[in-house]
Every structure is written in C-alpha cells, then in structure tokens.
C-alpha cells in the first residue's frame, strides 16, 4: 500500500469519507486521494515522495504559485505580532481599501472567513434590503452550502450526484428558484411569474463549478437589465473568479456593473478568508449601521489580512494577467490540439486564468445540459492517466482548471507533453 492509501484508510476512521471537503475524495474519478506534505511554486508534493505539477492551485487561491516568498513572509511577520485580536485593526482598513480599488463596483467591503460566509451574507443582505424572499441563482452554479444557495448546486455537490442535499427543510428551497444558466429566457420566466419577490440573482459571472463555462454574449448585460426592471439586485459571485479572470475580476473583465459581489479564494492567499461588498446604500444595511445582522469572531484575522494583502498587492504588477491567461491559453489549445491529433472529440473553454475541457464533440459548450452528457469515461482515463505522469488535475470533470505564475515554460511543456501521451493511450 502507498502511504497515501494507508492514510485514506486510517482517515475514513475518524473523518466522513476521509476528507474535510467532498471533491477531494475521487468520487468523480475512483482511486484514492493523494495526501499532500507540502507545495511549492507550480507543484505539489504528495506523502509517497511523488511530485505533480498543480492545476488545482488549492482550487484557485494560489494564483501566484505555492509558498510564494512574499506571501510566506508577510504571514511570519503577522504572526509576530499575535494571532487573532478581535477588535478592529490597520490592516483591515488597508485591505477594504486595496478591494475597492481593484473592484470599483464595491463601495464598501466587509471581510468574513469563506466563500460560504460571503454569498450567504450577502443573500441575507440582498432579501433584508429589498423586503423579498425569493432568490434566483442557476443550475449547476455553486455559491457554497448555504441551506438556500445548495439546490441545484455545481461542484461537489455535482460530482455526488446530489445536486440538492437533503437536510435542508422544503420551507428553506421554496424560496430559491432555479434558471438555465446562458439562458436569458429562462430568467424572464422566473421574473414574470415572481414579479415582486425575488430579492436577487445570483450568478457565477463565469461558471467554473460545473467545468468551465463562460457567458454568453448579453447574457450578463441581460440579467443586470432583468434586475433594474424588476427591482432585484445583482449578486456577481466572484468567489471564484475574483482577481482571476482579471485584476477587476470577470466583472471588469466584461463589463458589467453588479450591486453586490462576493469574494474568497485568491483574496486570502491561501487562508481562509471571503468578502462582500458593493453598493454603499446597501452595504450600509447591514449591522451596525443597519438591521440585517452579520458577523464573525475571527472575520478580519491579521494573518489572513496580511496573506490577502501580500498576494494582491503582487497582482497588481504590470503585465501579470496578459502572461496567465497566455498560459491558459496554451494549456487549453494545447490539450484541444492533442485530442484531435489522436481523434479524441474534445471542446475547451478558457477565460483568465481558469480553463476546462469537455470530452464531447459538441463544438462549443454553453449549457450545462451539454456537460452532464460528456465521455465520463474519457475523463477518468486522462484524470488517471494525468495523474500517472506527475500532472494533478481537479478530480472532477465538473471544476475549472487553474493556472498560477508559478506555471512555467517547462511545467507547460511537460504538461502538453503528457497529455498527448494519455491521450494518444485512450484513443489505441
Ligand atoms: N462561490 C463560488 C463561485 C465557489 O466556487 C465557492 C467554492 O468553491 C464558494 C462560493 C464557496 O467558497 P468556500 O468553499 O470558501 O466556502
């Protein structure tokens, strides 16, 4: 047995299925879950010695790359001056600051410690500002496992094929509605038939829980013009997407101008931290300035603040997101290229720094419909198949891909390289 076998073993004594998250237990992918020692620039190293270049990147915080000397240092001297206080700090007014700068939308911000916690505030925000109870998100968009955003979620809860857990009383879920993502005409269904309740949207501006799924044009510009007419407000969850798709986020990316957004991921740099922010007459709704409580004994953490403010102040260097999505280019083109040259039908999607591939012969995908009808079969063989050759994929063929900085010219070419060799294997 290798020794990540022997912890999967030990672990699923003491842990649920032995893991603290659903998708790192393979189900999507069958085989056991390499147990990580540690992670430095592009690559991972599990407990068996072995070393995986990483396109997982902690599923998407670690835009720079693992240990980033920056990042490592502003923690240590964080951790000089103590763990956690409780009371308002410098640092949290910097990084309120640095957030608003990059994502003009968001007048003001206030910090929690997850995704979770960012979209669940700011839906609670959304119905206490507008005095509704409905909300309207998308099948198969994730916004973490809030009871009222997990029906007809992506993601994890995909990849169990369990889109709607159970736990979550009818009463709760009666209030979400669900809408076909990329379709504009499903959401004015919604509208019309819940004219004056629905308190918001909310949407994943670039879908990466059910793969990677982009908008299609006017679909963005559609839902802001749904929500204006309507009286609802626009939640851009940019958990994912945030200081990814581009230094303003997918928002800036195109164009669209959301009364909320909710951040996490790439804002903690690697420590667990989430946001919301935006409208300042909304924002001001909440407590203490307004009545919709919300709240948390470590949100603002000095050391999470200082990872966060390390990571995004290296982001804004010049130049730095033409070169990551150049490289996700060429690791989507790449993987599209093998798979024709060995007859494999495959479609890819890339926006920023995140990518997916479907094997479909679809020639675009846009719904989520098309991604429930790919070759699973073919996934798990280029997931395993990538894993063999030192590549460490999301084990799930409904998650982006993500590249970091860290991503050079050579862990791209290995890359390329063995995924024409898996793939030349799965076409003999
Ligand atoms: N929103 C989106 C778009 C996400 O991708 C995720 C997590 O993957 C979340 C929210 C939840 O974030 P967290 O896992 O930090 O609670």
Known sequence: MTR?????????????????????AFNGVGGTPRFIEKADGAYIYDADGNKYIDYVGSWGPMILGHNHPKIRQAVLDAVENGLSFGAPTELEVTM???????VPSMEMVRMVSSGTEATMSAIRLARGFTGRDKILKFEGCYHGHADCLLVKAGSGALTLGQPSSPGIPEDFAKHTLTAVYNDLDSVKAMFEQYPDSISCIILEPVAGNMNCIPPVAGFLEGLRALCDEFGALLIIDEVMTGFRVSKSGAQGHYGIKP????????IGGGMPVGAFGGRKDVMQFIAPTGPVYQAGTLSGNPIAMSAGLAQMEALCEEGLYEELAAKTKRIAEGFKAAAD?????????YVGGMFGFFFTDE??????????KCNMEHFRAFYHGMLDEGVYLAPSAYEAGF?????????????????DRVLARIAA
């Open 4 to 24: 990540s076998e022997t912890l999967f073993e030990q672990a699923k004594q003491t842990i649920p299925g032995g893991v603290n998250s659903p998708v790192r």
């Open 96 to 102: 309120a600051e640095k957030v608003i700068e990059m």
């Open 259 to 266: 009364d909320l957004t909710t951040l996490g991921k790439v």
């Open 341 to 349: 040259k060995h007859g494999i039908p495959m479609s890819i999607n």
């Open 363 to 372: 020639p675009q995908v846009t719904l989520f419909e098309q991604v429930t």
């Open 403 to 419: 590249l970091s900085m860290a991503h050079g010219e050579e862990e791209l070419q290995a890359t390329l390289a063995a995924a």
